[in-house]
């Protein structure tokens, strides 16, 4: 009998597969880019609403497969998506089922 984590690892293989696209991962600790696959979503985020009146950020994310990452992912580490390229800018959250979301910018690479 299976348990819920192997369930869970080919759910998160399934949606990356399907839903994912490509990227390189660069960790700032070895310099060495590998490319995977991971969920990438870009929205626009209200903040500072005042009235009428707010400030719209644009923030991207993108959902992973914990285990494609070695090493794990840290502030700092580079991601490149369609010829663009971004930092890590916050630690992964990871979601308790072997996948996480990690925060990027853009900026200077």
Excluded at 80 to 85: D, L
Aim: aromatic fraction near 6%.
């Amino acid at each position: 009998m299976r348990d819920w984590t192997d369930y869970d690892d080919r759910m998160l293989r399934a949606g990356r597969d399907h839903l994912g696209q490509t990227l390189t991962y660069t960790p700032a600790s070895t310099g060495i880019a590998q490319t995977l696959r991971a969920v990438y979503d870009r929205r626009s985020v209200l903040l500072n609403a005042v009235g009428d009146v707010g400030v719209r950020e644009q923030m991207c994310e993108i959902q992973i497969r914990a285990a494609d990452f070695v090493p794990a992912p840290i502030v700092g580490d580079r991601i490149a998506i369609g010829g663009q390229t971004f930092r890590i800018t916050q630690p992964p959250q990871a979601d308790g089922e072997g996948g996480a979301v990690i925060t990027i910018s853009q900026g200077a690479a």
